[in-house]
């Protein structure tokens, strides 16, 4: 599968940093937004979690923060880091509860779904 994953690079044209490695993230569960044709949900976007986010999700039948052991998931909690699908992301900002993002870890093919300027106004790692 590996062999079919794109170039890591972020929206901002440089090299796609790390998401979190705790919880470890992505697609590949290599830390990273890193996708690939077969990532249908294109879990590219690195968000910080939030509590209303959290909420947001589990209402729209994404429960992200209840621990699933049996997958090794122990669960989100607000401030953790995660590769969130793209549209869910657009989703939740137009529903007004999107977490912010760090735009050095998320992939450049989130640009595909959601505008820069929507990316932006949410940018935690960018002044």
Request: with cysteine; net charge negative.
């Amino acid at each position: 599968m590996d062999s079919d994953m794109e170039a890591s690079v972020n929206v901002l044209g440089g090299q796609l940093n790390i998401c979190s490695r705790d919880p470890i993230t992505g697609f590949f569960r290599n830390g990273r937004c890193d996708t690939c044709s077969e990532d249908n949900g294109r879990h590219t976007v690195c968000a910080l979690m939030t509590a209303e986010f959290l909420a947001f999700s589990k209402y729209l039948g994404n429960d992200l923060s209840t621990p699933r052991p049996e997958y090794g998931f122990s669960g989100l909690k607000p401030k953790d880091q995660w590769c969130l699908c793209a549209a869910r992301f657009l989703q939740a900002h137009q529903e007004g509860v999107a977490p912010r993002v760090l735009l050095k870890s998320t992939h450049q093919r989130t640009l595909d779904i959601v505008p820069i300027d929507i990316l932006q106004r949410y940018a935690a790692d960018i002044e």
